[in-house]
């Protein structure tokens, strides 16, 4: 016999604790997603050249997503929100190598998201995709994290750079998703989604501490300043007797390329070499390479540890600034 309607369960005691995750995430950040409508300036005036979704970070109009997704000359636009809003917004500054982008909307009193920590998520662990795909504004799909730890590339021009620590997630995304915000169960951004990897793979710029700092430049200067060193170069197990005189160590990176009148060149670096350390600071990975390229080492003399054909050798290089 089938229940009666007074035995019926109310929506709120039918909400199971996924459930109410879910709707609580998405009822205090979706006033705090735009959805973008981009358009570039051409001779014409300004065209249409896409769409996206973005992330508000400050209450006076700061919003932040993908580099991609206001890519072009003179990219601006229009920013919607859930309450009705229309607001037109510019772009501040844009990082293709990070794919994040600042964009400044007309507004005082926007709602801003939290930013969380992306070093804190685990595998398995909930998260809330907002965005607006195809255009629906305040779209909302739930899954998990999937893997930690990927990589992405990304070029500007002739320099090519991999974004490390992306977020893997089997929450939906589609196109439009772009620029939206990767949610934790605390209802912290932890991501800014930025690609469709394959049914069912997501992937999402990581906020952690390096993210924050480009997403800090960009708001303040525009754009972000990079050290250049001009090398290409991937990882390599350490040959056994370099490995034994570094204890715990057990890769380096090689180098494949030296760019003609790079600092690199410049100061002695080969192809082949294994560069073990830079300042002090080990160097088992491209992205730990990376990471040490920062501003404030443009222009100073660094001390680079090489192994050369079985020999340590120490070399002085001074990065330049990474132009595009």
Do not use: K
């Not at 001779?43 to 109009?61: E, I, K, N, Q």
């Not at 794919?99 to 507004?107: C, G």
């Not at 600092?263 to 560069?275: Q, T």
């Not at 680079?304 to 330049?320: E, K």
């Amino acid at each position: 016999m089938a229940p009666a309607l007074g035995d019926l369960p109310t929506d709120s005691e039918a909400l199971d604790a996924y459930s109410r995750v879910v709707t609580t995430v998405a009822e205090r950040l979706t006033p705090s997603v735009a959805n973008l409508r981009v358009t570039r300036r051409t001779r014409s005036g300004r065209m249409p050249s896409g769409g996206g979704s973005a992330v508000v970070l400050t209450p006076d109009g700061f919003l932040v997503s993908n580099a991609h997704v206001v890519a072009g000359r003179g990219a601006g636009g229009r920013a919607s929100f859930v309450d009705g809003r229309e607001l037109r917004f510019e772009v501040v500054g844009r990082d293709p190598l990070s794919d994040l982008a600042v964009l400044r909307a007309d507004a005082r009193d926007l709602t801003p998201a939290t930013l969380g920590d992306a070093e804190q998520l685990r595998v398995g662990q909930l998260v809330v995709a907002i965005g607006n795909p195809h255009g629906f504004a305040g779209s909302v799909t739930a899954g998990v994290v999937s893997a930690l730890g990927r990589s992405l590339p990304a070029r500007l021009g002739r320099q090519s750079r991999i974004i490390d620590n992306v977020i893997q997630t089997d929450a939906a995304l589609n196109p439009g998703n772009s620029g939206g915000a990767l949610v934790d169960g605390a209802g912290e951004v932890i991501g800014i989604n930025t690609a469709v990897a394959g049914i069912g793979l997501g992937l999402a710029v990581p906020i952690n501490t390096a993210t924050r700092a480009i997403v800090g430049q960009l708001m303040s200067e525009g754009r972000v300043r990079r050290a250049y060193l001009g090398i290409a170069g991937g990882p390599r197990p350490l040959p056994p007797r370099a490995r034994a005189r570094r204890a715990g160590m057990t890769s380096a990176v090689e180098v494949v390329e030296v760019v003609p009148g790079s600092p690199a060149a410049r100061g002695g670096l080969r192809a082949e070499d294994l560069i073990v350390a830079i300042d002090g600071e080990r160097t088992p990975s491209v992205d730990v390479v990376q990471s040490l390229m920062v501003a404030d080492r443009i222009g100073r003399t660094l001390e680079v540890d090489v192994v050369r054909d079985g020999r340590d050798v120490n070399l002085r290089v001074t990065p330049s600034e990474m132009t595009g």
